[in-house]
């Protein structure tokens, strides 16, 4: 998704001090004229109806500076499942000494933050 990386060209614009760029959904009137319209079956339609928006949102720079704390997160990771490697992380689930499971959306969200009045997140 979008939280984690967002490749693109674009102009990065200043609204209200705050680094922008600008956000098209597949789904919106301006997508739609630019192609977009045979997915959202309306290239036949002569009315077009909005599946999508147009809006801003906060440039979050380079995803090179995501890079060293992404690799920290897993070596982190790792550390916590008791492997020093991806291959002893490899021998772990070939031995049945790790086991994975496949959480749902549902489980996702709620073993994310939730419930709060508010709370601060700071990636690094």
Known sequence: GNSVCNVSNFISLYQNGRRIKKYRGMGSLEAM???????????????????????????????????PYTMQAVKQGFQDLGASSL??????????????????????????????VSYEKKSF
């Open 33 to 67: 004229t630019k192609g977009s319209d045979q997915r959202y079956l309306g290239d036949t339609a002569k009315l077009k109806i909005a599946q999508g928006v147009v809006g801003a949102v906060a440039d979050k720079g380079s995803v090179l500076k995501f890079i």
């Open 87 to 116: 291959q002893s992380g490899h021998d772990l689930l070939r031995t049945s000494v790790l086991r994975l499971e496949v959480r749902t959306g549902a489980a996702q969200v709620e073993g994310g933050v939730h419930g709060l």
